[in-house]
């Protein structure tokens, strides 16, 4: 077992945690009783890394009695494109592909302004995942306060993906369940984090970032 002393960040943010999940009093990821989100925040190299922490912390918390639901992104964002119609993505990309011969920025412009609508927004990729969190949390509501929503692969939607306004528009919508955004970036400052470590830091967020 690895001691505090030789933990990586990324498993002494997965440490701190499960300590605030499991606290006696309740779950402690947030000083707001009803803003139950947090950010764990990981480099992108170490995906792979994340997916292991997330499964030793599920097995860890399912001991304690908790149950786990993870939302991954990436197939958030395949079902709104294959809802598109059969033949939406092929016409998309073979668009781009003739705009960025013209211009590298123009085919990255075209397919943003296509993707952009499908995530973004209070009816974007927002609105399927504050969906799957209360659906699950009708089904099971005397386990509230033992459930956490974990949402991963937020690296698949890069570079049209802003998660500070994912956790905006899913608050309120969730049940008060608590909700970790997996976010792969680097931290800049106390709360800004740039995503994937490329674009500008965004520095609007609220939640509590790990570690």
Same mark, same amino acid.
Request: net charge positive.
């Given at each position: ?125 927002? !609105? ?5 969190? %209360?659906?699950?949390?009708?089904? /099971?509501? @005397?386990?509230?306060? +033992?459930? *956490? ?6 690296? !698949? ?5 802003? %998660?500070?306004?994912?956790?905006? /528009?899913? @608050?309120?919508?969730? +049940?008060? *369940? ?34």
């Amino acid at each position: 077992m690895t001691t505090p002393a030789h933990r990586t960040p990324l498993q002494e943010a997965f440490a701190a945690l499960r300590r605030d999940l499991i606290h006696e009093d309740g779950p402690r990821i947030s000083t707001m009783r009803n803003y139950r989100f947090a950010i764990v925040h990981y480099e992108p190299r170490d995906e792979f890394k994340l997916r292991s922490e997330v499964q030793r912390l599920t097995t860890d918390l399912s001991a304690y009695g908790w149950r786990v639901r993870s939302i991954c992104l990436q197939k958030l964002l395949l079902d709104r494109i294959r809802a598109q119609g059969e033949d939406w993505a092929s016409r998309v990309a073979e668009m781009e592909q003739r705009m960025a011969l013209i211009e590298p920025d123009r085919g990255l412009g075209y397919i943003k302004s296509k993707l952009t609508p499908l995530i973004e927004g209070p009816d974007g990729i927002a !609105a399927a995942c504050s969906k799957i969190i %209360s659906d699950d949390a009708d089904a /099971h509501p @005397d386990q509230i306060e +033992r459930t *956490v929503t974990l949402i991963g692969r937020a690296g !698949a939607l890069y570079p049209f993906f802003r %998660s500070s306004a994912l956790l905006r /528009h899913i @608050d309120g919508k969730t +049940r008060n *369940v608590p909700v970790i955004l997996l976010y792969p970036g680097e931290r800049r400052g106390a709360t800004g984090l740039s995503f994937m470590g490329i674009l500008e830091p965004d520095n609007d967020y609220r939640p509590r970032i790990y570690p």
